[in-house]
């Protein structure tokens, strides 16, 4: 099995915030992100697909196929957008690393029928991503915080 | 589907490469330049993988509020400007490879209370990276 990776960026503003917190826990919780005005960051997507080569074309998946599919799914949709506002998918979730790699991954998926997505990783900045991958679910068995959360 | 979040952090720090078990010829032959008994240093990259459910309520798996703090506490604090050899009490007995100080650092985070430690990984240099996994680890 092969993985190709192809990499893509665009730009989009977001700030966090959540309408069940006080201004005073929002602003604890979420400091300068809670800015209402929002803020931007040049997103790095890259996205990860595992396949067999096909014999006849030497290729896990056309890497001109991947640059439609993500033109078409994740720029056409995020790039220059205000996550909060303009992203239907991201509608009511706090737009963080996080959540944006877990949309890009449910977006992509359906679309990959030659090989699979194997991983989604997203960085906000050059030192903070977000990896996506098939497996078991956060909060089960491996994925499960070895001590209790004591986050608010 | 799985989540990882993953936060990039920098440390500078001296190290002297020598296993005091061996003769001075030995370890000149293992640890070549690295066993220059004034030492050298790098800056180091290291990425702290945390997985974990996402709180519905943050969008979060940790609070980078939360992880900045912890490594500055654990790690930062105690081998940012200094010399491992001399200054961090694990490198007294090992040797400060790379290896042993991804070991050194998973142990001091694996306490993070908000989400689960996944990986260490350093960059020693731009063209060597080593890393440990909670598995490797256990």
């Known amino acids: ?152 | 589907m799985k989540l990882s979040l993953t936060r990039r952090y920098d440390f500078a720090a001296s190290h002297r490469l020598h296993a005091p078990q061996l003769s001075e010829q030995e370890n000149q032959r293992i640890y070549g330049k690295c066993n220059n008994p004034y030492g050298h240093g790098h800056n180091y990259a290291l990425e702290v993988t945390v997985t974990g459910p996402v709180d519905p309520a943050t969008g979060m798996i940790a609070n980078l509020g939360e992880l900045d703090p912890f490594v500055e506490r654990q790690v930062l604090a105690a081998f940012d400007q200094k010399n491992l050899n001399e200054e961090v009490a694990a490198f007294r007995t090992a040797v400060p490879t790379t290896e042993n100080v991804c070991r050194e650092i998973f142990r001091r985070l694996q306490s993070f209370p908000a989400a689960r430690l996944e990986r260490v990984r350093i960059e020693e240099t731009s063209k060597n990276s080593f890393e440990i996994g909670a598995e490797e680890f256990a």
Not at chain 1, 17 to 28: G, I, L, M, Q, V
């Open chain 1, 1 to 152: 099995m092969i993985r190709i990776t192809r990499k893509v960026e665009f730009s989009a503003s977001h700030f966090y915030n959540n309408p069940n917190f006080s201004p005073d826990e929002n602003r604890r919780i979420f400091g300068k992100c809670n800015n209402p005005h929002g803020h931007g960051h040049n997103y790095t997507l890259e996205v990860t697909v595992a396949g067999d080569p096909d014999p006849n074309t030497g290729m896990v998946l056309d890497l001109k196929e991947l640059k439609d599919i993500l033109q078409r799914e994740v720029m056409d949709r995020m790039d220059h957008r205000h996550l909060n506002y303009e992203v239907p998918e991201l509608a009511g979730k706090i737009p963080t690393c996080e959540n944006i790699a877990a949309v890009i991954w449910q977006l992509l998926e359906p679309k990959i029928t030659r090989g699979k997505l194997d991983r989604v990783r997203l960085y906000e900045s050059p030192n903070l991503f977000a990896d996506c991958t098939a497996g078991s679910a956060n909060g089960a068995g491996k994925g499960a915080p070895n001590s209790p959360r004591s986050r608010a």
